[in-house]
Structure formats: structure tokens, C-alpha cells
């Protein structure tokens, strides 16, 4: 009798779910590099993340991705944390490394590749802005700031927030809160839009004094929820890059953590995506 192929079990987390393009990603990766493998969406219930995850190892999952709003529940998982998920307090990718949940957080290499290798954009000695305070905030900003920016500020809606988050990166780099009444007193090269307002349809809006000739705008979202920052971009006429990029970088540097294996991000991928936006 023939042996039949074993087919591991790869899912993402998030809640809501609906919209992850994750699973075309993953699909598209393990066809190319002809691995045998499945990938689904899973809607996790708030407050019940950690039991419906280790249902899901339990049942033979391989590993698993996670999204909003479980980043810091899937840290609370993990038994073992890479460098990196350690200093974020969050994760986004949980694997199984001999028997034992490992958690690791590919969000900040997944933008800086995606700034450097496709935007070619430089971080040394300049001046960055990240808008929001949350988990997406605190998924790059240490990786920002290992590529050597003159300054990060952050700024949030709650001061305090922003604050909090700056105090606890404070050993790495150069990070520091700003105010809403001293935000127009600083000149940014970039400004990353870390915020869920596009989800809202809110108007984005920050002080025009803030900006140069060169300043770009990057969203780490995508799709019409990146619009509001980029509606915000063009009035201004700076350049403006959404997130799509660091998706794909992100979602290939979990893959090779699960398998082992280096994904190629190819255009046709990349327009699979753009045609499902």
C-alpha cells in the first residue's frame, strides 16, 4: 500500500478574520516550492484565544499566524520566545520547536525588508514618526530603530499611551513621546501610520508643519483601509507606500521559521493580492 503523504496544518488567528489574505499567501508559497500543506482562516473568539489555539495544535497543527487582536494573547503562549517577541511583548508567528510553543515576531523585519529591498528607502539619520501607540506600533519599532534613524517619535491620540511605549524602548535607540501641542515643533522624513483609523473611515489629520519636501508616508495597512492616510499623503504631495509589501515579507519569514524553506515573493503574487483588494 501506498504511504500517503502527510499534509501539516498551518492556520492565522484573528478576529475579524474575513478579510486575511494570509492564506493566499501561504497557498501560493507551499505551491511553488511544492510543499504539501494547508492554510485557514480561523475567527478566534475574544477571551478564548489560548484554549482554541491549543485545540488546534492539539489536532495536529503545525503552527499558526497570528493577527489582531491576539498578538499579546499568543505572547502569553508561547513557552519559548525569540529575541525579538521578547522585546515587542507581542507575537505573530507560533511554531513547534521540539514539543514546546515557540512564539516569534516577523512584523518588523517583514516592514524594514519591505522599505529597503523594495522601496529602497535608507533609515540611518533620519527623523521618523510612528502614529499610533498599539501592537502594530510595537512590532517595528524596535526593528526601526536597530537600523539607526536619528530620531523616533511617537505620538498618539493618548499621550500617555505613546509615553509608555517609548519608556519601554528607551535601552534601544533614540525614542521619545510627542505631544499634540508640540508635535508641529518637529520635521519628519517619514511617517508611519501604525493606526486602525482607516477601519473607522476617519479622517486622518496631522499638523502640515511637520512635513519636508521629501517626506514619505508609508500605512502599514492596505486596501481602502490605508485610504484615509493616503487621501491625508496625496493632499500633501508626498510619496505614499501601503503595507502590502510588509505583508508579503512578513508572511515569507514565517513560512521559512515553519519550513525551513526561503519563499520567493514574485509579481504575480504580488498582483494576485492587488486584484482582491
Partial sequence: MARQEVIKKYAVFGNPIEHSMSPLIHEYFAKNLKINLSYVPILGSLGKFEKEAKIFLGN???????????????????????????????????????????????????????MKNNIEYDFNDKKILVVGAGGAAMGVIPSILNENPSELKIYNRTFEKAKALSDSFENIGPVEAVSQDKIHKHNFDLIINATSIGINNIKFELSKKILNTETVCYDMSYGKISNSFKM?????????????????????????????????????????????L
Fill in 60 to 114: 495536529g497543527g503545525s503552527g499558526f499566524n497570528v493577527t489582531l487582536p491576539f498578538k499579546e494573547d499568543a505572547f502569553k503562549l508561547a513557552e519559548t520566545k525569540s529575541k525579538i517577541a521578547r522585546i515587542t511583548g507581542s507575537v505573530n508567528t507560533i511554531s513547534i520547536k521540539n514539543g514546546i510553543i515557540h512564539g516569534d515576531n516577523t512584523d518588523g523585519i517583514g516592514f524594514v525588508k519591505d
Fill in 232 to 276: 491625508w499623503s496625496n493632499e500633501n504631495n508626498l510619496k505614499f507606500h501601503d503595507g502590502l509589501g510588509m505583508l508579503l515579507e512578513q508572511a515569507a519569514e514565517s513560512f521559512y521559521i515553519w519550513e525551513l524553506q526561503r519563499p520567493v515573493i514574485t509579481e504575480e503574487l504580488k498582483n494576485n493580492l492587488k486584484q482582491r
